[in-house]
């Protein structure tokens, strides 16, 4: 359960790029976030995943509210966060497998059970057999397929994309919210932002529609 | 628990895996790293090996002890008894006839000797002292020169305490060359970490956003500045021990020719586990102000 009241988020230099905005998303809900470039999307999803602090007003998750939140109690929140990033951020220096094996080293889990749990994860995307190529040999669709099974093997209840199927073609965009209503459908919460209204009406999510930082 | 030996563990897998990810950097940065460390620890073996030469070359240590002209025989007698309780060493009491007798006998003195009007000579201890510490010498010269109709005392070796005042600047020297060894070394050690760090922004940006903590960020750097100072100093370690196996054969030629005998001692696995400890207690402490100060902009 995620609930926002007057939430505000004002970067350092000024810009407003959230306007007080209240929401509630309860658990197992399939959100869309949508809105124009620029309206604050991603600075949503960043404060949800508690990567980005509000400057004003709360923002409740689990029953933790965020903006009185000590920072060394951040990293612990957002591990309850799978977070697929809208330039993906994976780690072209290491293996398929080894990026999502991230997640899992960070908790601390050993590495025979992190191994069985990563491979399962690339499993769920299709991608188990490409394990031990590098992200930079994979197709677009698959390196966004790679960064939902980082960002699921952790198994989250709350799964967050930020445009999700940016630059892919429809194909592969479809196979992209395929795996997401999947993930819908055993109980996870998923929130994804996107600029692209025509999947709205497709999967009929409840959708949170900013416009230049406000919620109508 | 687990979870915390399983970081461990894979904090130092990923520093082992970082160095030999870049063989040619690590093995310069070894290099540097073992070759500061090694002039201080080759200049802590020559001082060791000297102040070892010098204990040797102490047992011919003597105090000569002059009484005055008109010390009576009981006075002498008192004079002896004060060395027995002061539990002195061994002595040999030389008295003025025996002096005059010996004056005698070499070559062109007897007739000056017979010329004078009486024996111008002292009564005289001649003390080997069981402490040859140069200290000890001259605390006990001191005491000596305190006591009743002790006219003289004159500690026959002064170059034993030029040797000790040398040893101590040599010492002295010492540490003020391997403060800046190893302040060089946490100089590397922050460079190579400041470098490391800027080329993972990505992996550290990513593991801070997905719920790391900023011990699990900074472990693995910790523990490659560690290491590598670790093997640093093991390496100076080797060098010293080489150096010195080296000079053995030479040192103890030589000593032969003075009609001693002295080897060289070489760093033993005690000084090479110091020297390893100190090289990773420095790189730790580089790599500390390095993350320190390089994760600042991740903040
Ligand atoms: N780190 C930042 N510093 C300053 N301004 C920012 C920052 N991130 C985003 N903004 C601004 O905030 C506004 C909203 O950005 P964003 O949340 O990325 O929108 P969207 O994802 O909907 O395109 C934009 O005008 C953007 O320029
Ligand atoms: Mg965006």
């Known amino acids: ?216 | 628990m687990s979870a915390w030996l399983a970081q461990h563990h894979a904090a130092l897998a990923s520093a082992f895996r970082r160095l030999l990810a870049t063989p040619l950097t690590t093995f310069l940065s070894l290099l540097v790293i073992g070759i500061a460390l090694t002039l201080p620890a080759a200049g802590y073996a020559l001082l060791d090996n000297l102040r070892e030469l010098g204990r040797n070359a102490s047992g011919v240590q003597q105090i000569s002890l002059f009484l005055s002209l008109d010390a009576s025989k009981k006075e002498v007698a008192d004079i002896e008894s004060r060395l027995r309780s002061a539990a002195a060493g061994k002595w040999k009491f030389v008295p003025r006839e025996d002096a005059l007798k010996r004056l005698q006998k070499s070559e062109g003195m007897a007739e000056i000797v017979a010329s004078l009007p009486r024996n111008p000579l002292p009564d005289a201890f001649i003390v080997e002292p069981a402490n040859t510490e140069p200290e000890a010498l001259e605390i006990m010269r001191k005491e000596i020169a305190g006591w009743p109709k002790v006219a003289h005392v004159q500690l026959d070796s002064a170059w034993v305490k030029r040797f000790d005042a040398f040893l101590k600047l040599g010492k002295l020297a010492l540490w003020m060359l391997a403060g800046i060894f190893a302040a060089g070394l946490i100089l590397v050690t922050f460079n190579t970490i400041r470098l490391q760090v800027m080329a993972q922004a990505m992996e550290i940006e990513v593991a801070r956003m997905i719920g790391a903590t900023d011990a699990f960020i900074r472990r693995p750097f910790y523990y490659f500045g560690a290491l590598q100072g670790g093997l640093g100093g093991l390496l100076a370690a080797l060098l010293v021990g080489a150096g010195l196996h080296l000079l053995a054969a030479p040192v103890a030629d030589l000593a032969a020719l003075y009609g001693g005998s002295f080897s060289l001692r070489r760093p033993g696995l005690l000084e090479t586990g110091v020297l390893t400890a100190a090289g990773a207690l420095l790189g730790w402490l580089g790599a500390q102000l390095s993350v320190s100060l390089s994760l600042r902009k991740f903040d």
């Open chain 1, 1 to 216: 359960m995620i609930v926002a009241s007057d939430l505000s988020k004002r970067y350092p230099g000024g810009f407003e790029a959230l306007k007080g905005i209240d929401f509630r998303i309860a658990a197992g809900q399939l959100v869309f976030i949508t809105g124009h470039s620029g309206a604050g999307k991603t600075t949503l999803v960043k404060l949800i995943a508690s990567i980005e602090r509000p400057t004003s007003g709360s923002l409740i998750v689990n029953g933790q509210n965020l903006s009185a939140l000590r920072r060394s109690a951040l990293p612990y929140l957002r591990r309850n966060f799978g977070m697929v990033f809208q330039d993906q951020k994976l780690l072209f220096d290491r293996s398929v497998l080894d990026n999502v094996l991230l997640p899992l080293q960070i908790i601390g889990l050993p590495r025979r059970e992190s191994i069985r749990r990563a491979q399962a994860a690339l499993d769920k995307v299709g991608l188990l057999q490409r394990e031990k190529a590098r992200p930079i040999a994979l197709s677009g669709g698959e390196q966004q397929r790679l960064a939902i099974a980082r960002a699921v093997v952790n198994r989250p209840t709350v799964l967050i994309a930020d445009e999700p199927t940016g630059n892919l073609d429809s194909e592969s965009a479809t196979e992209i919210l395929e795996i997401f209503a999947a993930f819908h459908q055993v109980g996870v919460t998923v929130v994804i932002a996107t600029h692209d209204q025509s999947w709205v009406a497709r999967y009929c999510p409840n959708v949170l529609h900013l416009d230049h930082g406000r919620l109508p």
